[in-house]
Each structure stands twice: as C-alpha cells, then as structure tokens.
C-alpha cells in the first residue's frame, strides 16, 4: 500500500508580541519556546520520543540569536535522528516547505514520525528596520529594489489591477478583513481578536493604496509544532486524525514579476499547483469544506480563492461580501482568522494554517468548528504567488 | 520616440536611497542609462529580449546575446503609492511605484513619478524616463 502521513498532535502559541527587546534584563529565547511546544504536540499525538526520526525546522528570522537551530534542538531535546534533522527556507513558503518536508521523511520511510517546528520572531526589530533586509526579498536587488518596491506593494498593485478590470471596490474586497476578524474572535491563537467593522477598515491610514493598515498583515511572534506519522501508526492510535491526501506544487519561472507581460493577477502558480492537487485527491473545489490561504492582504484571499476556482474570476470579492466565505457559508475561507487578524509570523505562518485544517478535521476547533467537516485545502506561496503550495487534508475519525 | 531614441533626463539633487549594484557585463546598461538610452539583451539565437539584462538567454540557454535599444513607451499595468516604506527610503515617502508594459513586449517595475495631485489609474499611457541622480541613474515613467 502506497505509503501516506497524517497530522497526529499539533501545539503554538498565540501570535502577538513574544520578543523582548535587545536591552531588557529579562529575555524571551526561541528554543525554550520551541522545546515545550514540541512536548505539548508530542502529548497530544500520543506517541513516544523513541518514535521521532525526523526534525525539520523552519529557518528562523537573523533575529534569533542562535544559529543552527534544527541541530540545536535535536540536542536541546535530546532527540537522535535516522531521518534527517534540517531547516528550510524559501521566503513565504519556509514553513510550508517544513512541513512539506516532514511528510517527504515519512513518505520516504525514513521515519514514522516526523517533527516539523517553526519560531519566528521579530518583534525586538522596528518595522523600517525589518524592511531594510525584506526589500531584497521582492525581485531583483539592483533593478527593483532601488526603485523602493516593498513585499506587499506588490499587493497593492494586484489590489489596484483587479478593482479596474473587475470593477470591483475597495470596500469589497476589505470586507474580507471584516470576515477574517469575526473568525479571529474564535480562535484563541489569533492576534487581534475584537470585531471591527467596514467603515473602520476603511478610514484606517493608507500603508500601499489602495490598502490600509487593516488590509495589510500585522507583524507578529509565534511558534508551532506539528507531529506527522505514517497513516498506519496513526490508525493504530486509534483517534481523529486530518490525512495528507494530496499535494500540488507549481513555480511559474518568474520571480516576483515578468518580463514577459502575462496576467499577473490569475495566480497561475496557485492555479496550477491546485489543479495538480485536485487531481491527485480526485475531488473538486466544491467538495472542500474549508480552505486556509496564504494571503497576508485583503486582496490576496481574493485572489487566490478565484484561482483554486472556490469563486469566478472576479466575483472573489463579492463572495466574500456576501458571506459565502464566512463560517456558516458556501465555502468557508481562513477561519483561523487570516493573516490579517489571526497574524503573519511569516517564517511559522504555514503552521499555523495547518494547525487550523487539523483542528478543524480533528473535530476540535470550538466555536469555529466547520460541521463535519472532512476535506480541506491549506495553499502557500512565495513572491506574488510566484509559487504555490497545496495540500489536500481529510478527516479520519 | 523611437527605439533608440532619447529618453527624458531628471536631475535630482541627492544619491539614490539604495543604489544598483554594476557588474562588468550590466555595466553598458547603466552607463547607456546615463545618458538616456534603454537598452537590453537580445538573444541573437532566439530573438527574444530579457529584462533585467542576461548575459545568458534565460529561454534557449545559449550565451549568444546582444545589446538593443528600446523604446521608453508603455501603458501602466498596474502602480501604488507607498506610504511605509525601509529605512532607507523614509525621507521619500509617500512615494509611487508602478508596473509598465512597453510596447517592446516587456514588463518593468519602476518608480512612477507624477506631479503634484495628478490622478493615476491602470492602462494609462505612459513613457520611461531617467532619474538623474547625483551617484548615477534609475528608470522610472510618467504618465503621457
């Protein structure tokens, strides 16, 4: 039987502010963080230490002091490994690719159980500061980054793109900000977590036209740790866990922008990894029962639920604004609450998505509980969805 | 303008706030740049162009590459104005970028300069044009 892996046993924390700044007497360190996370999921998932043969770790922000952070861990855990013990990076897709990797270990066989784990912090650093180094993440450092492109400029100039050929409003597209902050309230691993309302969103101070500070993702600590285990050893565990039922993966050979003028808001990368990944789970956008993005902006939701055909082209904003997209609709999209509510610790974000379809598939997500919910899809990108990511998860009760 | 044909030069009094690096080979770009001229490589294999410039054809693989004019008219894809922006761009902002498609075939991003209260919008016309800063320049475009 071809071999598949499953999420067991997940644990974070809350994203907010964790990093202490670099003068205070008292300081928060990542790898205390990350070993007690590892031993809640450990616990969750019910399996023994002995079992782990695999570490992959996100790599963390240059703001976290100590380096080489996967082999650190393996000693701060005492944690020996015949799989591998390694860190990924890949800007926006990093802790996806930790995740992705985790699996690879178990489809492989190296290992039974496989442990994927992410810390990002960032908050010791100004945001002007921080974007001093993310403009040398954004397309060609001598012949973009001089002109002062920053990472979600590129947004904003999808956002202003799609408002003039779909005829679409600012204000709608926003009410996805709205939508993904009713979620947050339920999720007590969001960031911001009181309702707001449209006309709020709305008068918040421009960050890049058309979008606002409500618009745009927050910056944010966190942590999480997800246990993946060959779909064997979690049946015999004998309790709910969410699947890995297919995958897709695209990179379109361009880095954040063409050369070759193409139509920059049809996400062709979440298109096109979606579509793998459909076909690999033989189903259809319409048998999913919820999806967590990757979309650190409004539009960014927008636009990828058109591009994995959960909207027509055009109509990914009004579906939001209608509620479609809401829990308790058609298609409920990021009900953790989005990168705008839930938060974007961006090298841990992906984990956090996970631990949303887990939860939500493990039947244990609360008061934002999908009912029955059985298939999910989670996508990750890089760049302006230059590639994308996508993993299919099912419900095994 | 036509291909080879000046593009307008802007003085502006300071150095830029995050300047290029030049290598030997996009060292003809930028000095061509300077003095108004847009020019790329063309792959003498394949006849298509690249932007940025490749010593490579990113398409055929072959190094057969050669420098061509092009010309600086377009119509803007897309474009922001920026109003948190890096460190070393604070004393700019609010400043506007904007993504071009030349009538070449080419899609750039650069920086979009426009007067004081003009309104900007998708698919309008536009022309690139030369930021003459004291340490060198940098492509951007105007609206026509």
């Known amino acids: 039987m071809m071999r598949r892996a499953a999420i067991i046993g997940t644990a974070a924390i809350p994203v907010g502010r964790h990093q202490c700044k670099a003068g205070d007497p008292i300081q928060v360190v990542e790898h205390e963080i990350a070993a007690r996370l590892v031993i809640q999921a450990m616990q969750d998932a019910g399996v023994d230490k002995s079992e782990v043969n695999a570490i992959v770790c996100a790599h963390p922000r240059p703001y976290t002091k100590q380096k080489y952070f996967s082999t650190f861990m393996a000693h701060y855990l005492r944690l020996p490994c015949k799989g591998i013990v390694m860190e990924t990076m890949g800007n926006g897709l990093t802790a996806a690719l930790a995740f992705d990797k985790a699996v690879d270990e178990i489809l492989l066989g190296r290992a039974e159980v496989a442990l994927a784990l992410a810390v990002n912090m960032e908050m010791s650093v100004e945001s002007a500061v921080h974007m001093r180094d993310s403009v040398r993440a954004t397309g060609d450092v001598d012949f973009h980054a001089p002109a002062g492109f920053t990472p979600i400029s590129w947004y904003a100039m999808d956002a202003m793109r799609y408002m003039h050929e779909h005829g679409v409003t600012r204000a709608q597209i926003a009410s996805v900000a709205v939508k993904n902050r009713r979620h947050a309230a339920l999720n007590p691993l969001a960031q911001y977590r009181s309702p707001i309302t449209l006309e709020q969103v709305l008068e918040q101070r421009p960050i890049v036209e058309p979008l606002g500070l409500y618009e745009v993702p927050p910056r944010g600590d966190g942590a999480a740790c997800l246990v993946i285990a060959s779909e064997q050893r979690a049946r015999a565990l004998g309790r709910p866990f969410a699947l890995v039922r297919a995958r897709g993966f695209f990179h379109e050979g361009a880095h954040q922008i063409s050369e070759i003028p193409n139509d920059m808001i049809g996400f062709v990368a979440a298109q096109t990894a979606g579509r793998i990944a459909y076909e690999a789970a033989g189903i259809g956008p319409d048998d999913l029962d919820l999806v967590e993005p990757y979309a650190p902006c409004t539009i960014v939701e927008v636009l990828v639920s058109e591009a994995l055909q959960l909207a027509p082209r055009g109509g990914g904003a009004l579906a939001a604004q209608r509620g479609e997209t809401s829990l308790g609709g058609r298609m409920p999209i990021a009900t953790s609450g989005g990168f705008t509510s839930r938060g974007h610790p961006s090298y841990a974000t992906p984990l956090y998505s996970f631990i949303e379809l887990a939860d939500q598939l493990r039947g244990r997500a609360g008061a934002r509980q999908v009912a029955d919910a059985r298939l999910a899809l989670a996508s990750n990108e890089l760049g302006n969805y230059n590639a994308a990511l996508v993993h299919i998860l099912e419900a095994v009760r | ?144």
């Open chain 2, 1 to 144: 303008m036509t291909a080879g044909g000046r593009l307008e030069r802007i003085a502006v009094e300071r150095e830029r706030s995050y300047p290029p690096r030049v290598t030997a080979f996009t060292q003809p770009f930028w000095q061509a740049l300077s003095e108004g001229r847009l020019q790329t490589t063309r792959c003498r294999a394949c006849g298509r162009l690249s932007f940025p410039p490749k010593p490579i054809c990113p398409h055929c693989w072959t190094e057969d590459v050669e420098w061509t004019p092009v010309a600086g008219r377009g119509r803007l894809y897309s474009w922001t104005r920026i109003h948190a922006g890096p460190e070393m761009f604070a004393h700019e902002l609010p400043y506007e970028v904007g993504i071009v498609d030349l009538d070449a075939g080419l899609r750039v991003a650069v920086r979009l300069v426009l007067k004081p209260g003009q309104a900007c919008a998708p698919d309008r016309a536009v022309r690139l044009v030369v930021l003459q800063f004291l340490d060198g320049p940098l492509l951007a475009a105007v609206l026509q």
